[in-house]
């Protein structure tokens, strides 16, 4: 039977399978199964049905492996919790992170693919690998203009609000931690420090069971605190202890408006300890004046050290920065990244401002007439 009759008739892993045992050349285009890490831990899960474990990663909660999906040619992180790990919080905030993301349902955050446990007993769950810089690395490496900087912030923001909509409190938003895809994706990969909102309807507390480690564990997920955020990043009464809610969320919204406008952090672990009220003004950040009056003013609601004082919601965030870009006339281009558009707009401005000027000399001249 030629390649061409094997592959309609079976199921596509299968069919790839067998054409490779025959020594069938696979057709054009159709991708390769990548190999494995000749350096992989031994001791890990090679393969979790069509999944193969193909490296270990950089992860959030336990261990993150990433693997190749034969079946739809992809790739995804595994998170994997061992029988080391298993004990006490470890295994709530494993569970949590996972229940979370299949609540969101964004494009900021990974989807989930599976849940489950492996032959061994480890728990694991499935998501989609998202690719990217840092954030912080993206503002170490050039100075943004303030309209790149809205831009970025108007997508981080739009899903935190989700987040609050699906009653989620984000918790941590340490800029080394969001990823800046090729396409202008803005993505939170891990969701560890992530919690449930005190108020979370009809769930105050997630429950499941699940056989793991030869045994049925009882799990029990409470609507607090999650990993816990970077110290410069975390809102003050999340140092003080308190657990993460919408308020929190925005100050953090706020710190991290200040550095995508200025390229400096808020605030160092030192500085915001000694809880000083009042945030720092972007317009007034170390080499950088043009820091529209209207992101500032954002940034200064945010960045309340009182938690009652900064707005209620996010989207009291999101308005006055939409308003900005979609702004025609400015002095300060919304898209600062086209400097003939900015230039054009100062131009209509002073063109304005000359205009006003020859009104008030005709004015003048009347009077003296």
Known sequence: MSEDELLPTMPFMQGRKLLEELGVTLPEGMAAIPAPDPDLDPQLPVGFGRLTVLSEVESG???????HDEDLGRTVRIQLLGADQAAGPGLETFVREARILARLQHPGAPSVHDFGTTEDGDLYFVVAQVEGQTLRDALTDEEWSAGR???VFVKLAELVACAHDRRVAVGDLDPSRILLGRFGEVTIPFWGGASLLADDPGEERITGRHKAYGRTAQIGVLGGKGEGASAAYGSPEQLRGADANERSDIFCLGAVLYELLTGNAAFTEETIAKLVPGGPDPRTARGRRDVPEELAAVV???LRFV???RPESVRELLDPVLAWIDAPRRGAAPDGD?????????????????????????AFEGVLD
């Open 61 to 67: 909660t336990g261990r993150a492996l990433l693997a």
């Open 149 to 151: 900087a809205a831009r």
């Open 300 to 302: 200064d609601a945010a």
């Open 307 to 309: 938690p009652s004082e």
């Open 338 to 362: 086209d400097p003939l558009r900015e230039a054009r707009w100062r131009l209509d401005d002073l063109k304005k401002a000359a205009e006003a000027l020859q009104g008030r000399i005709d």
